[in-house]
């Protein structure tokens, strides 16, 4: 594994509550990734980071925030999680904009 | 409509078979990926393509990129269970965005 943590792995929630995911990365790469991954849409990108306190929102980014302030960490945040953020949630990480993307093992949200 | 067109969505064979699957797209890529995923698991990257008719093996695993750099496939000779995942294709988008298809399933059954 290329040193990326996602906690928790999973977690169950009630609609309307406030949920944070964390992952933690050992590499000092710069860049970090959000993916959400759902039946028959593959992989979709939430918001990405290429620098502590820099971030931009990927192609589903409603409902959703981040925050990196510091290198190592990129969290995701639901503010008032809706059913339909029920997911598994991946995070990544990339040295540099040409390099692979390193996936962790994904945290499973359901939100009941 | 997906930028990445991933054929077929799932492949059930025997041990010991051959298989294709496909990524296919009406944009040009500068480049295209494959990753292969286990239950519980992220991706992970198996390969990269980034020239036009490019051909690349990884033991008994083939890739091409196509010609025009709008499709690729991979061959799979000899499939063992271990090679059981879902498969990935995978191209940039714009400057930090990598674009995902939506996978092909695949079961090698022993």
């Known amino acids: 594994d290329a040193g990326i943590t996602q906690s928790p792995r999973h977690k169950v929630t009630e609609t309307g509550t406030p949920v944070t995911l964390r992952c933690h990365q050992t590499e000092n790469h710069r860049y970090m990734y959000w993916y959400r991954q759902d039946p028959g849409h593959g992989l979709r990108l939430i918001h990405y980071?290429?620098?502590?306190?820099?971030?931009d929102k990927g192609e589903v980014s409603d409902g959703y925030s981040v925050s990196r302030s510091k290198t190592e960490d990129f969290l995701l945040t639901l503010e008032s999680a809706t059913s339909s953020q029920t997911s598994v949630y991946f995070c990544?990480?990339?040295?540099?904009?040409?390099?692979?993307?390193?996936f962790g093992n994904g945290t499973r949200l359901t939100v009941t | 409509t997906q930028l990445l067109e991933q054929s077929p969505q799932f492949l059930s064979i025997q041990e010991g078979e051959n298989l294709t699957v496909y990524c296919n797209s009406s944009?040009?890529?500068?480049?295209l990926q494959w990753y292969r995923q286990e239950p519980g698991e992220g991706p992970v990257l198996l390969v990269t393509v980034v020239t036009g008719g490019e051909v690349k093996k990884l033991k008994r695993l083939t890739f091409q990129f196509g010609d025009a750099r709008k499709d690729s496939s991979l061959h799979i000779t000899a499939a063992q269970p271990g090679d059981t995942g879902l498969y990935l294709c995978a191209g940039p988008k714009g400057a930090n965005n990598l674009f995902f298809g939506t996978g092909t399933r695949l079961t090698v059954i022993p």
């Open positions: 990544a990480i990339r040295g540099t904009e040409n390099s692979p993307l390193h």
């Open positions: 944009s040009v890529f500068s480049s």
């Open positions: 980071s290429y620098g502590v306190k820099d971030t």
